[in-house]
């Protein structure tokens, strides 16, 4: 898979490209990633890259023109690879990534990322040429950067090789529509400042694979209920997710009658 970002700060993708499982993967040579900077593609000696906003107003407005160009190179190098281009701008205005669209776009060969800065980028461009906007949630930050790193690492993690172990992916949170059940690694035992012995659920101990997977089940429904309820009633419980919920019920209401 191919990443194009356009972007005014080149070097903060070093985040994606020299750290972590990204960045193995990028050595991998599973996926690459290339961010062009639109003031290469200015005319003026200051490189100008915003301008203020008709109509008036607080702060600038990216232009249209060097942003144009910073695409097109990014397309007409996507065609070249045999990739048919696709242009995401990261807006809050956008719609919210959620881990469906994340398998959706780590089917394609390729996208283009515009992550913009200032107020905005002149409508126009969006109209002409980006595809989608997506937002990574409900408030704003500096610029599309840090959006466009938080898709590039959600999509990568999804790519054939890049984890470890498969069941890695299949088994985070969302991938279900429930939260991921709780964690735990050595010690048995764990005592920590100003809090009481706590040891890890003999279940996780016990060998039986059944029982594991039965109580992990349990914890991502409950975890999913108090924590993201939402997410609970928008999909179907299977028979064993219903019959797992109500001996929790069952058992918290045999409890407060005692």
Not at 72 to 83: C, F, H, P, R, V
Not at 170 to 188: A, C, K, M, Q
Not at 248 to 255: N, S, T, W
């Amino acid at each position: 898979m191919r990443f194009d970002v356009i972007s005014l700060f080149p070097d903060m993708f070093d985040a994606i490209t020299k750290f972590g499982i990204t960045s193995r993967a990028i050595e991998r040579k599973i996926y690459s990633i290339n961010v062009i900077n639109p003031r290469d593609f200015t005319q003026d000696n200051h490189k100008t890259v915003d301008d203020r906003p008709y109509g008036g107003g607080p702060g600038m407005v990216m232009l249209a023109e060097p942003l144009a160009k910073a695409v097109e190179m990014a397309k007409q190098q996507q065609l070249a690879l045999g990739i048919k281009p696709h242009v995401i701008h990261l807006s809050p205005r956008g719609v919210t990534l959620n881990h469906q669209k994340v398998m959706q776009l780590s089917q394609m060969q390729g996208l283009i990322l515009l992550a913009s800065r200032y107020e905005g980028v002149d409508e126009r461009l969006i109209n002409a040429l980006v595809d989608e906007e997506l937002s990574i949630g409900d408030y704003v930050l500096s610029g599309g950067e840090l959006p466009a790193m938080a898709l590039i690492d959600a999509l990568v993690r999804q790519l054939p090789g890049v984890l470890g172990d498969a069941d890695s992916a299949i088994e985070d949170s969302f991938v279900n529509g429930l939260l991921d059940y709780p964690h735990y690694t050595r010690p048995e035992a764990l005592f920590l400042e100003n809090s009481e012995e706590q040891k890890v659920p003999e279940v996780l101990l016990s060998g039986n694979h059944a029982k594991i997977r039965e109580w992990r089940l349990k914890q991502s429904l409950l975890l999913t209920r108090a924590k993201r309820p939402d997410l609970l009633a928008a999909r179907s419980l299977t028979k064993e997710e219903a019959r797992l919920l109500q001996e929790v019920d069952d058992a918290l209401a045999a409890a407060k009658t005692q």
